[in-house]
Every structure is written in structure tokens, then in C-alpha cells.
């Protein structure tokens, strides 16, 4: 016979229980609530406060000086974007797994550090014009003299950086079905070393990683060449919560302004990229 | 380059023991009335304490972090700033933690103390507060101080909120100025004076709490 | 026998756990200035009793009356109750962090709300009486067993009880340890302190005992003054018991 007490408090567990468990389940079986209201679906007046998001390891669009200042090539146009508004921008560092949950619920207004315009982001968030345009790229030795085919299906190590899109671009060539191994390392730096020192016959890379780090490193630069490009092109753009039209809107015309001057030119030298 | 960002790093050390040291102390106000909760109380509370423990034991930190920031605070209508926040998931994890160590620690002062103490006249509670406690406590200190080192790896995982501490502005170093090693060299240092210098101390502390007499028994 | 001359009153007292009948209807009175002796085999019920007394355990069934007031019902402050009994206890439950000066005046402190100088004042006096002011400052861990128990009963002495139960005072202890904390007994029952002393030691009993009571079963087979129960008991059971006592002593003196 079970004790009354131990029947009274599993009842009223199990009541506890199951009024959380359906409380959690909520969202599955009801309508989500609506998104919050957009804060910037007018164009944001002179003096607004707004939040620029930014990944701060990611260099040279986004990194940190000695001073833990955020710097970079798109810490400087959105700079010149905010001046041009009026508007007081504070540039956030984020952890970029979170970057884009902390937009859509309204830690950051916008993100600008060297995003990628994807199909899958832009579920989510609403990108404005790409402003910077790549393309991945696979780098060998200069001394190589094999041919892309034979790289590929040599069974050796093609290094790329882990969990980046070089990383996803080496597997669908895996899937492809060419005969290379991936190396999958911790920085673009490290795969570029792993080629210098022999572990690897190739790197894939992006040009946005590579462009700015052959320009900083042309000790380095000179014993690369280009064996192919990978992909098509792709480009990085500001994302935005999709009912912030005005903010958007003074973005994409702050971007076509500034890429039309030669102050565009200027901090691409500068920054390299 | 990297020692441009040696001040850079190390300013991240007084959010790292905000961090732990709000994680602590929160854990500790919420650990050890949990604790004696499990020893003392009614079947019911002690029913409701061991389901808070589980929940918060069970639970990775990294999910608790975002499920409090984007999801308990906001349901109850107001959003924290993410240092306050990540403090607050990390006293609610310590303390979970915390109140098995002093549960272990209460249990091993024998109850006959207390019955003692009853019988002078004090209540269940006085009893405790004034008997219990007080040995309970001094023989949490070494698990206490694991405790500690343990907060001050999981501080790391704040970052995903946000907040700028020593890890998080270790990796930002690392990527500006392209140097993986020696950023982190000097990060763990840090780290190893601070897990080393604060459980010292509180090894001295626990040195010269020690009961005499008593030694080897705790 | 007006009913101010007794302290303890009690009346078919109960306990059971789960299907263990340990006390199965236990009555007595304690005179003022009495000294009652309980003994009998383990598992008696002895300790039980005394813990029922001061509703350290609680009793199923029974009553319990101090000086007139009655300690089992449930209005009565139990903690003003269990101030006017010094409970002594088997395994001493000294308070381990605290010296024994300390030890002895913490009730004081904490339970009668005194200023620290004066509790301790009283407390190096009651240590006094139980011959271990120079011990004041030691820990429990530095002092031997007869000494701990010792403390023990000046913590309960501090304290102004108007009875002292003793639950096997010198079980616990190494032979050679017994003697002294039996002096300290026999000095307080000389000063006519009230006392319920449940214990093997006979010759203890039977030198200031004024009634002993047989226990076994949970009840109270007989009674009567200690010559009485140990030399010429009316139940074979209480002989035996006390034959085997006998032989027990024998062999420790020797």
C-alpha cells in the first residue's frame, strides 16, 4: 500500500510537472506571439541612440585596438553612415553564434561585421545592398604545377578553417566526390601554415580572409598562387530586423553614397580589403 | 603587437570576478538555505529543493544562459543587462552545486549536536545557526573553494551574452593581431594565478578556522 | 505526599516504530530531591523514555507533567520546558567547535538571552564544580572521555535545571574514565539535585539511589529501593539480569 503522503506529493508533482510541461510546449501548439514592434520602421531622426552589432574577431572588417576600441573597415563605415545621420552609434561586440538572436530580439539594430548575404539568414534577418563582394578560392604552393583536377583527386590534405564557409565549401566538394582529405584548422592563418609546411597541398580560403592578409603579409603572399576559385560569388551585407524599413533604407543609401566616393577607396586601402 | 594588448586583456579580469564573484556569493545565499531545506524539512520542500537541483545541475550552462536572457526575464516583463543576467544564471547554477557541498558538510556534524542543543532549549533553528552551521561551514571550505575554480571556467562561457572578460577578449586579441599563441599563453597565466591565489587564500582561511584538535577528522 | 513535592510526572507513555513496541505504558512520579535509578537490558526502552520525557522524541500515547505543567500538551513552550531539564547524554554531544568555557555557556548566551561576561562567569563556575576550570579552554577533540562528560554535565548544570537526566552517562567511557564522572554524579545527588539516571553502574545505584526501576519490554516490571530490586527481586527475569550485571563486574574488577 503506498503511504497517503507519498501519493498526495507525487500527485501534486506530477500536477507541477505537467503544468510546466505544457507551459514550455506553449509555442507549439499556439500561434508564436508576434514579433516586437519595429523600432525603426522610419528612418532613425538625428541624435537616436543605435547599436551596431559586430563580431570583434574578425579582422580587418571588425576587430579591436590595444585600447579595446572597436575598429575596422566596417567600424569606419558605419561611422561615416552614422555622421552622416546624426545618429550616435555604440558598436557592440557579440559572440557570433548569438549575433543574429541578439538582433532579432533587440540587444543590436544591425549587424555590419563582414556578414555573409545567405539564403538561410535571410529567413531571418533582412539584409541591405552588399557593399563587398568575394569569392572562395583554393591557394597551393607557388612552386606547384599540378593542375586543379589533379589537386583535388590527389588524396592528400586540402586545409580550410574550421566551421567557416570554407569549411562547408570543402565538403560539398567532398560530396562532389573528389578525392582530397580536409584539414580543418583552428584559424585561416594555421591552414595557410599547414601549406608552407608541407602537411597540406592546398589551402581554401575566401579573398575576403585572403586579399587583406597577403597585403599585411607579402612575405607570405609570395609563396602562393591561385589554383581555381570555388563557388560563385558572394557578398557581405548589413542585416537588419525585417520591419526596420527606415533604418534599412537610410543604410542602403549611406552605402550607395559612400560607394561612390572616393572615401570608399580610402578605407579599402587602409584596411586592405 | 601583443603587449600593445596586455592592459587590453587584463581589464578583463575585473569582469571575470564580477562574474564569479556575484556567481559565488549569489550561489552561496541560495546553496545554503537549499541545503538545510534537504536536511531539516518537510517531504514536500524536500521534494521541490531536489527538483531546483536537478534542473540546474542538469542543465548546460550555455542553454541556461540564453533560455534566462531571451526567454524567463522577458516572460516576466523586463530584460537584464547582460553582465546582471549572466550573474544571476550563475549564482542559480553555483547554488545548486553549492547546496549539495554544504548538505554533505551539515550531514556530517552528526545529529546528536542537535539534539543536544534542543534539549538545552534552543529551537531546531537556533540549533542549527548556532551549532550546526558553524561546523557545517568550515568543513564546506575546501569543497567551496573547488567551487570557485570551477565558476571561473564556466565565466567564459559568458561571452555568449556578450560580456567582455578575460576569455572573450583573449580570442579578440588573437584574431587582431594574428598571434594564436602567446594571447592565450598569457590568458592562462591568468587564469592560474587567479584559480591558484584565491584557493590559497581560502586554504589559509581554512587553516586558521580549523577546530583544534579536530585535525584529520576534517 | 502534597503534589509540589513531585517534579516529573509520568503517565502510560507509548512508543512505537512502525511495529517495534518499544514503550508500551510507562508511569512514575520523580519526588523532589529524589534519585531514581533506572536499569534493564538493552532494547528495554530505557534511553527512549528519558528522550519522550523532554519530547526530544515524541510519545504516542501518554502524559508527561513537569512541576505541574503539563509537557505533552501541544500549547505548552517546550523550549521553557526542556531549560528546567539537564539532559545528559551517552555519547556526551559536546558541541565541537566551541571550548568547553564555551560549551557551557552557550545556552546561557543564547537560550536565557544572557551577556556574555556573566554566562561565562557562571560557566567557569559550574566547570568549577565538576573540577575542570583549568580545562575551560580546551576543545572537546583535546579532552579525554570522563572529561568530556563532564563538561557535559556542567553544560546541563548551567543551565539551573530543576531535574537531570542522565541517558547511561558512563557507557561510553574506558573503565578508568567511569570513576571520575560517577563522583561528580554522587556530589550532585548528595546536594539533593532531582535526578532520573538511567545506568548499569550498581554500585553507584545502590550507594544514592532512593528507587530504582526494572525495565524490560517496554515497561516497568518492578521497583523498589535498589537493595531491594538487586538482591531480592520478584521476577526471575530482573534475578538474571542482575546475576549477569554481577558477573560483569566481577571480571572488571578482577
Known sequence: MIKTQYAIAGIVIALIVGAAASWVMRPLISPPPPPPKAKFAEIPPPGTKIIHGMDAAYPPFTEIDPTGKAVGFDVDVVDWIAKKYGWTVEHKPWEWAAIVTALVKGDLDFIASGMTHTAERAGEVWFTIPYYTYIHHILVSIGETRTKEEILNSGQYISCQL?????????????????FKKLALDSYELAFEAVLDGRAVGVLSDSAFTGPYFKERPDVAAKF????????????????????????????????????????????????? | MVWEYLSYIFWGVPWTLGLVGGGLALGFIIG????????????????????????????????????????????????????????????????????????????????????AACALGMSKLRGIYHIVLPQALRISLPG???????????????????????????????????????????????????TYGVTKIINIVYEKAKIPGLVGRM | MSNEDVVLKVENVHKSYGNNKVLTGVSFEVRRAEIKIICGPSGSGKSTLLR??????????????????????????????????????????????????????????????????????????????????????KYPAELSGGQKQRVAIARALAMNPVIMFYDEPTSALDPQLIGEVLDVMKKLAKEKLTSLVVTHEMGFAQSVGDEMMFMIDGK?????????????????????????????????VR
Open chain 3, 52 to 137: 519522550c520525557l523532554n519530547l526530544l522524541t515524541q510519545p504516542d500515547k501518554g502524559h508527561v507533567w513537569l512541576e505541574g505543567e503539563e509537557v505533552t500538551d501541544p500549547t505548552t513552550d517546550i523550549s521553557k520546558v526542556r531549560q528546567k531539564i539537564g539532559f545528559v547524554f551517552q555519547e556526551f554531544n559536546l558541541f565541537n567547535h566551541l571550548n568547553a568555557l564555551r560549551n557551557v555557556s552557550i545556552g546561557l548566551e543564547v537560550v536565557k538571552g544572557m551577556k556574555k561576561d556573566e554566562a561565562r562567569k557562571i560557566a567557569l563556575r559550574e566547570l568549577g564544580k565538576v573540577g575542570l576550570e583549568e580545562h575551560a579552554h
Open chain 3, 220 to 252: 516497568i516490571l518492578e521497583r523498589g529501593t535498589p537493595l531491594q530490586v538487586i538482591q531480592n527481586p520478584k521476577h526471575k527475569i530482573t534475578k538474571l539480569f542482575f546475576e549477569h550485571i554481577a558477573k560483569l563486574y566481577m571480571r572488571q
Open chain 1, 225 to 273: 598562387k591561385e589554383l581555381c576559385t570555388v563557388g560563385g560569388v558572394e557578398s557581405y551585407a548589413y542585416a537588419t530586423r525585417p520591419g526596420d524599413y527606415g533604418l534599412r533604407n537610410a543604410l542602403n543609401q549611406g552605402l550607395e553614397e559612400l560607394m561612390a566616393s572616393p572615401y570608399w577607396d580610402e578605407l579599402r586601402e587602409k584596411w586592405g580589403v
Open chain 2, 32 to 115: 545554503l538555505p537549499i541545503a538545510i531545506g534537504q536536511v531539516y524539512g518537510s517531504k514536500g520542500l524536500k521534494a521541490a529543493l531536489d527538483m531546483y537541483v536537478w534542473f540546474f545541475r542538469s542543465t548546460a550552462l550555455l542553454v541556461l544562459l540564453f533560455l534566462f536572457f531571451w526567454g524567463v526575464f522577458p516572460a516576466f516583463g523586463f530584460k537584464l543587462d547582460a553582465l546582471i543576467c549572466s550573474i544571476v544564471v550563475l549564482g542559480l547554477r553555483t547554488g545548486a552545486y553549492q547546496s549539495q557541498i554544504f548538505r554533505g558538510a551539515i550531514e556530517s556534524v552528526g545529529e546528536g549536536q542537535l539534539i
Open chain 1, 163 to 179: 566551421g567557416a564557409t570554407s569549411d562547408k565549401w570543402a565538403e560539398k566538394l567532398l560530396k562532389e566526390g573528389y578525392k
Open chain 2, 144 to 194: 567551496w573553494s573547488n567551487e570557485y575554480a570551477i565558476i571561473l571556467k564556466d565565466s567564459a562561457i559568458c561571452f555568449a551574452l556578450g560580456v567582455q572578460e578575460i576569455l572573450t577578449r583573449t580570442r579578440y586579441v588573437v584574431m587582431a593581431t594574428h598571434e594564436p599563441l602567446l594571447p592565450y599563453f598569457i590568458a592562462g597565466a591568468l587564469f592560474i594565478v587567479l
